[in-house]
């Protein structure tokens, strides 16, 4: 029996050292994770904002043009601020 319990022991330890194992590196990898989700959270607003900028800038432009008959004083100015 002692055998037998030396293979038991052995096997114990072994999974126990692979949970610690798995633990920490789950640990590891959601602490990355985490901190690439800040900084892609930080610079998209931004993206977001000049995407939707552009968005507008085009439809302005293709709304003006098909209004001929106003006047060029007359046409929306759009200012986008750049990121």
């Known amino acids: ?4 319990l030396r293979i038991v022991v052995r096997m114990l330890a072994i999974g126990a050292i ?11 990898y959601l602490q990355v994770t985490a901190d690439a989700d800040l900084a892609g959270a930080v610079e998209e607003p931004a993206e977001m904002m000049l995407i939707r900028c552009e968005t507008m800038h ?3 432009q293709n ?5 001929d008959a106003v006047a060029a ?3 929306p100015r759009v200012r986008c601020r750049e990121s």
Do not use: F, K
Request: charged letters at 20%; glycine letters at 0%.
């Open 18 to 28: 692979l949970v610690i194992i798995a633990v920490v590196s789950r640990q590891v």
């Open 73 to 75: 004083d007359e046409l």
């Open 63 to 67: 709304q003006n043009r098909r209004a």
């Open 1 to 4: 029996m002692a055998p037998t």
């Open 58 to 60: 085009h439809h302005l």
